[in-house]
């Protein structure tokens, strides 16, 4: 039977290996600034690109982004920098349909090689 002690060491372990692995979510930190179309905004049109801004330059290679939304996965395709701090790419098929989306996000972002990741909703409302 273990130890009460011997309990109380291994839990603490654990806590310490749990907060070292965690190192990125724990501090709550992320390197997200805003995004174009804007987090949890209603458009009235399709956008057509996804533009999202961080503190320092994205490594594009070491990047990605997702788009989902009531059909399941969108197809992006023209996955860049402007050199602005930004992420950019397109919508291939614009005429995306009216709903919620999800943006989901992983950057690598100037000299920290930490991968951070995140995600942000916004929906289209056309009623076309
Ligand atoms: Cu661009």
Redesign the pocket.
């Known amino acids: 039977m273990l130890g009460n002690r011997r309990l109380k060491s291994l839990l603490a372990l654990f806590v310490l290996a749990a907060s070292l692995v965690g190192c990125a979510s724990s501090t709550g930190y992320s390197p997200f600034l805003r995004a174009e179309p804007a987090a949890d905004s209603v458009l009235n049109r399709a956008p057509r690109?996804l533009?999202l801004f961080y503190e320092a330059l994205p490594d594009v290679p070491n990047s990605s982004l997702t788009l989902t939304g009531p059909e399941g996965n969108y197809d992006l395709r023209?996955f860049?920098?402007?050199g602005s701090d930004?992420l950019?790419i397109e919508i291939t098929n614009p005429s995306i349909p009216d709903g919620d989306y999800v943006v989901a996000w992983s950057v690598v972002v100037g000299e920290d090689s930490t991968v951070y990741d995140g995600s942000y909703r916004f929906s289209v409302v056309t009623n076309r």
């Open positions: 690109n533009r023209g860049h920098t402007m930004d950019m």
